[in-house]
């Protein structure tokens, strides 16, 4: 295969299908989320643009299926020319004190372990041309959100962290922070807004493309 291979992980809604969306004319869409259903529907939207995507539908919180995937990736194409990360555990607001247990868990579980760990697993696909993307929502420190803000923001400080080692040497690595977007994560965030302002996934990813 000629053409390019887009990883994305959370590709089931929001602003990753919509990256799949956008990426389908050009690269091949390797579509990472737990959602089977909700996959199948953005590999639908894929074909009708004339793009092809493999899904694999898993919890990237599980290392052996995401190790299995990776392997699986190199065998058959070689290599990833973009990763987009955009899997996250949105727990829901509350105050510090109250944060559910399990909430905790799951949110260190797949906004920082696994994202350290495909890190690991998918470094060697892109080489040093390859492009890894992650999206920023800097809501550290901010009242209520406290399991949601600490683990994005170590999430992301591990990023910019790789970013800086590979500037030299590849891959190129980037943190990108989009618009409000008008999302089911947001809605459950900020019940009762007035979505009309917010931008809609396509377009914001149209929007950050563009600026690689």
């Not at 959602?35 to 894929?46: K, M, P």
């Not at 009708?48 to 599980?62: E, H, K, R, V």
């Not at 914001?204 to 600026?211: I, M, S, T, V, Y």
């Amino acid at each position: 295969m000629t053409q390019k291979i887009a990883l994305i992980t959370g590709a089931s809604r929001g602003l990753g299908a919509a990256l799949a969306e956008a990426l389908c004319q050009t690269h091949h869409i390797v579509a990472v989320a737990r959602t089977t259903g909700a996959l199948e529907e953005v590999d639908d939207r894929i074909q009708a643009a004339g793009g092809q995507a493999t899904l694999a539908p898993m919890d990237i919180t599980n290392a052996d299926a995401m190790a299995q995937l990776c392997r699986s990736v190199y065998d058959r194409w070689g290599t990833v020319d973009i990763w987009a990360h955009t899997a996250i555990h949105a727990a829901p607001l509350s105050p510090a004190q109250f944060i559910d247990a399990k909430d905790w868990e799951k949110s260190v579980d797949c906004n920082v372990t696994a994202t350290g760990r495909l890190i690991t697993y998918v470094a060697p696909l892109l080489g040093e041309t390859g492009t890894a993307l992650f999206f920023d929502d800097p809501r550290g420190g901010e009242k209520f959100f406290g399991a949601y803000g600490a683990t994005k923001a170590a999430q992301i400080a591990l990023a910019r962290s790789w970013a800086a080692e590979s500037e030299k040497t590849g891959p190129k690595v980037r943190v990108l922070e989009p618009r409000p977007l008008a999302t089911a994560n947001r809605a459950r965030f900020f019940p009762g807004e007035d979505r009309s302002a917010l931008i809609h996934p396509k377009d914001e990813a149209e929007r950050l493309l563009g600026l690689l």
